[in-house]
């Protein structure tokens, strides 16, 4: 609370501090700059060690000695923070270009840690130099540290867009950023292709740019649709998966060799899911394996004989895989332990930073680039001024020298004469201030007349370079070459041959040859779930355990994915082929996805990935979609269908929809009601959808169905509850017919209707 006495309400003061904290971690932490694409803490480090002369060509110091210093005078948080910032741009597995040449043992890609910071040492890389070279060039501003004792630099002058080249990683307080690396000869040439060209967009920039560049090599293998759709809209997800190669042994046995693995993964890693798949625990609240887990199992132990690693100095990654047989085939039983490990994974993208104007956003690769490329020209031009200041000063002093030299009789005899000779010189020769203090500090010897002629020389190049920094300043297309000429010195300087193939393929998915025949699904009330060959089966005839019944069964293929609704409107999504058959009472649904607690599965539903559905429930809502709608790849499920307490979930009904379609509401209460299906909302990705008809008290929508416009059956049972089939022509449906969400009319007052 405000030290004044003053009273404020708590939400307020809770919402300015807690915003004050946001945006500091957000700028002052989590983000990197588009300019010099560091971290405040990176770039304090980098400039510790700047000051402390620590070069590519010094000799190292240890470690703790420069976190002590940055802790010192520039970033007073927690020295194992610092020391882990200070590791992390040293490891060559994490950044493509490591701006910190480390010595000793700085970790490694399976997870071990770096040793303590009193055993390690440090020193600038080379490429460091594209950083700091320009620092004291006038080039940035400087402001004072946390206690005002010291300065730092805002940004540094980066050379080349470092923002691309390393890529960052970051969680702030309601964003984070994941941009990868790149390759610096594509970096560049894409920079030089938008100074060229400004109106350049995205898709243009990738003939250069290709796409990431990763330290531990890899392959990239999503599409350039999606490669350019991700950098256009700075969001995305691109498919990465390791180098593999077949090595030939005696006797016509031969092995797989992993020589590459995708960003974030580690040989210590696969080997661990590899071991969980052929010994797998047993899941929480589980008594025993699942089936997934046993037929996993049994694939994995059936093809692959031995795995080993390797690694060593020679190779950073080694992964040797050993067949069952020689007889298999290399490329499936690779495609096995793609499709059930970390050898092939997703890399996200999440181009977010802080801009030029000083605020985190979500960019383009366009945007990043150029934004840098504006910061370059400014950089350039700052370098140019204040170096044109050095040559005009320096000037000034050297033709202040020369009157010296050819007046130096003069110059002694004043001198030796005046009482205050400093003003007699300006007097006598029109020198400034400043020319006159440096002639009457001038040594004797430079007045010697090979010291004259180094001063005609000296001014001759400072004069013919003041001429060219004015040019520099004042025409922009010798600007825009100069700019360009460095970016092409930096790139022939440090450029180096791309690590990661970016070769097109399809996700690596294991396919279980399925034989394509009829069969039914059963699902009791109590959640056990099993198959029968064929269709038409004798439902009445099935057996159940004690106490349990059928709840719904349904026909389909083999070949069918099918969807199951939770009672909390969460839809999952089997294979039909993976129901275990035979006469027993089949498997808990459980074993084949993770019911949500509480929730139970009330229908099934089997149909081709374009036929439409339609879902309703029991309070009037209701939408349609397609069924490939349904489908999701998590044994979990996905929320679709938005449900009300109370409210349960109407039977599924496919459908084609034409252009006399109508949809056909029936309520408990036997009320008809039917509207133009144009009139309907499709949600392709769910929800709770939109009034089908209004209802009475006490009423419930009952069925709901799309129909021709031609003819409509309904089911009903009369007195004795004998069933009768109510068939509507287009005529006789003519009087129900009406807007969505109206009230529906009495059908036959003698029958009750359940549904259609």
Known sequence: MPDDGESVQLALYAEKNYLEYAMSVVKSRALPQVEDGQKPVQRRILYAMWELGLAANAKPVKSARIVGEVLGKYHPHGDQSAYDALVRVAQDFSLRYPLIDGQGNFGSRDGDGAAAMRYTEARLAPIAELLLAELDEGTTDFIPNYDGAFEEPVLLPARLPMLLLNGASGIAVGMATEIPSHNLGEVADAAIALIKAPDLDTAALLQYLRGPDLPGGGQLISSQRDIQA???????SLKLRACWEKEELARGQWQLVVTQLPQGTSSQRVLEEIEELTNPKLRKGKKALTQEQVQTRQLILSQLDRVRDESGREQAVRLVFEPKSSRQDPAELMTLLLAHTSLETNLPLNLVTIGRDGRPSQKSLRDLIAEWVDFRFVTVRRRTGYRLG???????????????????DEVIRIIRESDEPKPALIARFQLSDRQAEDILEIRLRQLARLEGIKIEQELAALRSEREELAHLLTNGAAMQKRVIKEIEADRKKYADPRRTLIEEAEKAVLEVAVVDEPMTLILSEKGWIRSRQGHGIELQNLNFKEGDRLLTAIECRTVDPVALFGSDGRVYTIQAASVPGGRGDGVPVTTLVELAAKSRITQLLAAKGEEWVIIANSAGYGFVCQFENLLSRQKAGKSFISLEPGETLLKLSTFVPRETSLVACLTR???????????????????RGVITTALDDKDQLAAVTVCDGLTLKLTGTGRGGKTTELTLD???????????????????????FPGF
């Open 669 to 687: 209460l036997g009320k008809l009601h039917l509207f133009p299906y144009a009139e309907f909302k499709q949600l392709a990705g769910g929800g």
């Open 730 to 752: 287009a005529n006789e449906m003519a009087p129900y017919v009406g807007r969505r969400a109206r009230k529906g009319k009495p059908v036959n007052a003698g029958l009750k």
């Open 230 to 236: 991700a950098y256009e809209t700075g969001r995305g």
């Open 390 to 408: 050095k040559v005009d000063d320096r000037i000034h002093i050297l033709e202040g020298r020369m009157i010296v030299f050819l007046n130096v």
